[in-house]
């Protein structure tokens, strides 16, 4: 799902012309941040689940050089529609978070394996199930990080 949306921001990207926007900006990192909606009462359950493992394979795939950062934002909801929680994932750029790696899925599968005390994917997705319960993923977005360039006068 991260990869169908960031495919539609790359081309979106690339139909709007990103060369005319180089006179505005100079392009950086990539953030994959995807909108959670916790469930009535499972707020603090959430939270618990990313402090613990969640937090360990994002500081770990980070060590790895998969990702550059990771965060975290919380906010009070606008309407019962609306995200509480942002889970953001920074990449060197657009590539790096849409284009498939063998090397990475390779090392990716080695924090899990380390994380989780075993490399059965089986295991360790009947593992990290419960978060199910305590949240529903509203979507997930792709925005590009820039520097602005100053206007000459």
């Keep these: 799902m991260k990869r169908a949306a960031a495919a539609t921001f790359a081309c979106l990207i690339a139909l709007t012309g990103s060369a005319i926007a180089q006179e ?14 916790t469930t009535e009462g499972h707020f603090d359950d959430y939270m618990e689940y990313l402090r613990g493992d969640y937090y ?4 770990e795939s980070i060590k790895a050089g998969l990702l550059k950062d990771s965060k975290v934002y919380v906010r009070a909801p606008a309407d019962p529609d609306d995200y509480d929680v942002l ?3 920074l990449f060197e750029n657009a590539g790096k978070a849409l284009d498939y790696s063998a090397a990475d899925d ?14 059965d994917e089986d295991s360790q997705q009947e593992m990290i199930k419960p978060r199910f319960e305590m949240r529903k993923i ?9 520097t602005l360039k100053p206007l000459e006068k």
Excluded at 24 to 37: D, Q, Y
Excluded at 106 to 114: C, R
Excluded at 138 to 146: A, D, I, Q, S
Aim: proline share 5%; glycine share 6%; hydrophobic share 40%.
């Design 24 to 37: 505005h900006w100079t392009e950086g990192p990539v953030w994959l941040c995807s909108a959670i909606r």
């Design 56 to 59: 360990t394979v994002q500081q």
């Design 87 to 89: 889970i953001c994932d």
């Design 106 to 119: 390779a090392k990716a599968d080695e924090i899990a394996a380390k994380v989780y005390g075993t490399p």
């Design 138 to 146: 509203l979507g997930t977005t792709m925005v590009r990080e820039v």
